[in-house]
């Protein structure tokens, strides 16, 4: 299975920062990547797939990046309900694997 | 709107068989592929397997050989059964919609874009 590696696990930032996360694949998925936000005690919410495209509704502040095996999620200034855990996930091969999780808590 | 609603018991008994069943409201189940996915408390999300509309499945090997995914389209429900459990499979079970298809700008689109609210399932004796 691939092992997807989200980085960091945590980090605290305030409203308006532009932030960043990672995610890693443990062999070349090309462009066949999610992101979801979960809040606590709710279903993820898919925000972004193949790797750049926004899903319909989702703010602009939100955006994707990279192909292969490194890719990044940005927010690009950060609102008070962004503060969520995010997962990226692969969708190259089966079994369909998620990264472990970046919690983004508030400063 | 597409929605998902998971239903099932949220207390199973240790080396029983826990059911739960998914109901697809608001459009139809035929022409997407319908996946099981579980969350362990305080711990990130686990792909279970898929079911397609017509009835082939894919199950993740950890989990294959306690697994079975089945569909029925006339009640636009699946369903899925995990037998032999153990307190590791204590988890919210989510059933989530993908589409597995090319997106008008050429772009695959496999992602799960439509969830269920989650059913929490406790193995206790």
């Known amino acids: 299975a691939i092992r997807m590696t989200q980085s960091p696990s945590s980090f605290s930032a305030s409203t308006g920062d532009r932030v960043t996360i990672t995610c890693r694949a443990s062999?070349?998925?090309?462009?066949?990547l999610a992101w979801y936000q979960q809040k606590p005690g709710k279903a993820p919410k898919l925000l972004i797939y193949?790797?750049?495209t926004l899903q319909s509704r989702v703010p602009s502040r939100f955006s994707g990046s990279g192909s292969g095996t490194d890719f990044t999620l940005t927010i690009s200034c950060l609102q008070s309900e962004d503060f969520a855990t995010y997962y990226c996930?692969?969708?190259?091969?089966?079994?369909?694997?998620f990264g472990q999780g970046t919690k983004v808590e508030i400063k | 709107q597409v929605q998902l609603q998971e239903s099932g018991p949220g207390l199973v008994k240790p080396s029983e068989t826990l059911s739960l069943t998914c109901t697809v409201s608001?459009?139809?189940?035929?022409?997407?592929?319908w996946s099981w996915i579980r969350q362990p408390p305080g711990k990130g999300l686990e792909w279970i397997g898929y079911?397609?509309?017509?009835?082939?499945?894919n199950y993740n090997p950890s989990l294959r050989s306690r697994v079975t995914i089945s569909v029925d389209t006339s009640k636009n429900q699946f369903s899925l059964k995990l037998s032999s459990v153990t307190a590791a499979d204590t988890a919210v079970y989510y059933c989530?919609?993908?589409?597995?298809?090319?997106?008008?700008?050429?772009?695959?689109?496999?992602?799960?874009?439509?969830w269920g609210q989650g059913t929490m399932v406790t193995v206790s004796s």
């Open positions: 608001g459009g139809s189940i035929s022409s997407y592929y």
């Open positions: 062999e070349g998925i090309s462009s066949y």
């Open positions: 996930q692969q969708y190259s091969t089966y079994p369909r694997t």
């Open positions: 079911i397609y509309y017509s009835g082939s499945t």
């Open positions: 193949a790797a750049s």
């Open positions: 989530a919609r993908h589409r597995g298809i090319y997106d008008s700008s050429g772009y695959y689109d496999d992602a799960f874009d439509i």
